[in-house]
């Protein structure tokens, strides 16, 4: 390899990991978000507060009560019977109420009719859609276990599918993983070679008889392999404590993690070109960060955006990451899946890093 | 080394858009020379030395460095340069070694080479801690030295110091001006920066800047001799200065320059004659004595002073 670019490779990461602070920042920290993220949404979910309401004397609808509530997602709520539902709901005594159809549910199953209603609290829309999918789950047990037809019975979606026993660790952990790749490699990138030019130690980089992409790469290349590593590390993390498995090969997952890298890394240099000083950077990092995290479907469907916000999901990296991520480790790591998501991605990561090599070559002098 | 003199500089100007920072600067320096350049911040002393080591392409004229001009981009007077900047040249977070890999790598220098050089140029600096020093717990004075040695690992023939002692104790100053003159006693050529008079007295030959433009040029007794060419004073009023005395003084015809030096005057005429009518009006108390101007005289005559 070459010389210079090898001599960049070490000082970067002497530099980044001799400084005990940097260490805790770069491995420290993104194993204890991880861990908080992970148990902070799995323990939120559990001991929903359910309240059944039924005719007196209905064995069905006392039977489908304990099974919710021995499902260990839920609890029985407290109420005095003819108490109203919707304030039940509103004081926050419970955080759903299950309304047995009128007749009977026994009866009503019996003849495919009479509905059964489910009122959820949704001020916290997250775990009200984690609550709606509890249920689902719930009464559809119950209803193949009648003999009703699975496609009569309720629609699954996705995420029930793939995540069948809706932890949502298990979802939310390569989520996770990708904000903190994102959020290391872009403030990395943007801070060092801010840094340099803060500092004027860059003036004896480029007094240095080297070719702008060599300067470039030499700022760059560090942090794509820092990066590398902190994904393995959070990786590995993500599989022993919340057994998120990897479904998928793990050349894919690599492939997919570099690529993204290469982006996130070129985005953190076109920050560092803009940028006077640190916090100006450390800054417009979090300014790129904050609205790719919202868009990227980590917390939020990006099918339940509005259009607007749905085409500007579709220039997030992190969204394709994201998706790339879930597929890989939850559902196996489908080709067709991969490659156009890889693909978008790699488009990205050329048009970033175009952008980078121009506008570090413009402020070369 | 190629012959020829170290930097052959003719019209070298520079434009950032609407604002020209060098404006039409020619000068010669020979090899093995102390070029000082001198001159208030934004004079464009930076920016002249900057263009000089390859790093920014003049907008019009030209220069030659080491015999080499800006037809590659500057990279092959790169090579032959050494520039250490006005800034941090050395990483406080990394130790002495790692700092001086690192030069050695960004110029692509053969390990043995580098390691040759290294012990080379402690020699020289007298440079004897360990390597594994970090340059965060080094005293100013011998970072600055050791700063010199990693601008000088790729063995340049000509090195530009961007004001290399601000900031340092005087005591390392001038330690730091005795390795100057070790440097091109070894036949290198120096080009530096100063803000200091004492350090200017030190060069060979002192440029002048102000505003982009180059006012005076020549060693610093020429310099002296052409800004003062009458005789100089110093006004020692015992006290503080009469001020009916000094404002006839400022309206004395063949009066060059009048300016306070702590609780004295220097004051510079024409001639001899000019000067002894001025001060027969010189109160009793007061006592004047002829002295040979320093080069801060010849700074505020020519760069600050008021054109009379």
């Given at each position: 390899m070459n010389q210079t670019l090898k001599a960049f490779i070490k000082k970067e990461l002497v530099q980044t990991l001799r400084d005990v602070r940097m260490r805790i920042l770069l491995f420290g920290a993104p194993i204890l978000q991880l861990t908080i993220f992970g148990l902070a949404l799995s323990s939120e979910i559990k001991n929903i507060k359910l309240a059944v309401f039924s005719q007196p004397g209905d064995t069905a609808a006392v039977r489908l009560a304990d099974d919710f509530y021995s499902s260990g997602w839920f609890k029985p709520a407290l109420f005095s019977p003819g108490e109203d539902a919707f304030e039940l709901i509103g004081s926050g005594r419970a955080d759903a109420v299950l309304i047995m159809p009128p007749g009977g549910l026994g009866r009503a199953a019996g003849r495919?009719?009479?509905?059964?209603?489910?009122?959820?609290?949704?001020?916290?829309?997250?775990?009200?859609?984690?609550?709606?999918g509890y249920a689902k789950t719930i009464t559809a047990r119950a209803a193949a276990a009648y003999g009703a037809p699975p496609a009569q019975a309720l629609s699954f979606d996705v995420r029930v599918l793939y995540?069948?026993?809706?932890?949502?660790?298990?979802?939310?952990?390569?989520?996770?993983?990708?904000m903190l790749i994102c959020l290391v490699t872009i403030i990395l990138t943007a801070m060092s070679l801010t840094r340099e030019r803060e500092l004027g130690t860059f003036e004896t980089i480029v007094s240095a008889p080297l070719s702008d992409g060599e300067i470039l790469l030499g700022k760059t290349l560090p942090f794509v392999l820092l990066g590398m590593a902190v994904f393995v590390l959070v990786l590995t993390a993500a599989h022993f404590i919340f057994g998120v498995p990897v479904r998928g090969p793990l050349w894919q997952l690599f492939l997919a993690a570099f690529v993204f890298i290469i982006t996130t890394v070129s985005v953190g240099t076109c920050i560092s070109t803009l940028a006077r000083n640190q916090q100006q950077a450390m800054l417009g990092g979090f300014m790129f960060l904050f609205p790719a995290i919202l868009m990227s479907g980590i917390m939020y469907p990006v099918e339940n955006m509005p259009p607007s916000v749905i085409a500007a999901a579709y220039l997030d990296p992190l969204m394709y990451f994201m998706r790339l991520l879930r597929s890989i480790m939850l559902k196996g790591g489908d080709l067709h899946v991969f490659w156009t998501n890889v693909g978008a991605l790699a488009l990205m990561a050329a048009f970033a890093a175009g952008l980078a090599y121009n506008r570090f070559r413009q402020t070369l002098d | 080394m190629t012959a020829g003199p170290a930097l052959e500089v003719k019209g070298l100007s520079i434009k950032f858009g609407e604002f020209t920072a060098v404006d039409e600067v020619s000068f010669t320096v020979e090899r093995g020379e102390i070029f000082g350049f001198l001159g208030a911040n934004g004079a464009g002393k930076t920016t002249t030395i900057r263009m000089l080591c390859g790093l920014l392409i003049p907008s019009s004229g030209s220069a030659l460095v080491g015999g080499l001009g800006f037809a590659d981009g500057g990279k092959g007077i790169k090579k032959i340069v050494g520039y250490m900047s006005q800034k941090f040249t050395l990483y406080n977070d990394l130790t002495v070694g790692e700092n001086l890999d690192f030069a050695a790598g960004l110029r692509k220098l053969e390990p043995r080479y580098a390691a040759k050089r290294r012990r080379e140029l402690f020699g020289l600096i007298g440079f004897d801690r360990p390597l594994?020093?970090?340059?965060?717990?080094?005293?100013?004075?011998v970072k600055q030295e050791l700063a010199l040695a990693a601008a000088m690992l790729h063995d340049p023939e000509i090195v530009f110091l961007d004001e290399p002692t601000s900031g340092v104790a005087p005591a390392s100053r001038a330690r730091f001006w005795a390795l100057i003159r070790k440097v091109t006693a070894l036949g290198k050529t120096v080009i530096v920066t100063t803000h200091y008079m004492d350090e200017a007295e030190q060069c060979g030959r002192i440029a002048l800047m102000r505003t982009g433009r180059l006012i005076a040029l020549g060693s610093p007794d020429e310099l002296k001799a052409s800004a003062f060419?009458?005789?100089?004073?110093?006004?020692?009023?015992?006290?503080?200065?009469?001020a009916a005395f000094l404002e006839n003084l400022e309206k004395a015809p063949g009066l060059l320059e009048l300016s306070p030096h702590g609780m004295r005057w220097h004051a510079a005429f024409?001639?001899?004659?000019?000067?002894?009518?001025?001060?027969?009006?010189?109160?009793?108390?007061?006592?004047?004595?002829?002295?040979k101007p320093s080069l801060e005289d010849v700074f505020i005559r020519l760069v600050e002073g008021v054109e009379r």
């Open positions: 495919s009719e009479g509905k059964m209603q489910l009122l959820v609290d949704a001020s916290n829309a997250t775990k009200a859609r984690v609550v709606e995540n069948p026993a809706m932890e949502s660790a298990l979802f939310l952990v390569p989520g996770v993983v990708g | 594994n020093t970090l340059v965060a717990s080094l005293p100013g004075g060419p009458g005789p100089m004073t110093e006004l020692d009023f015992n006290g503080s200065a009469p024409k001639d001899k004659a000019a000067m002894e009518a001025a001060l027969a009006a010189l109160p009793a108390a007061a006592s004047c004595t002829l002295i």
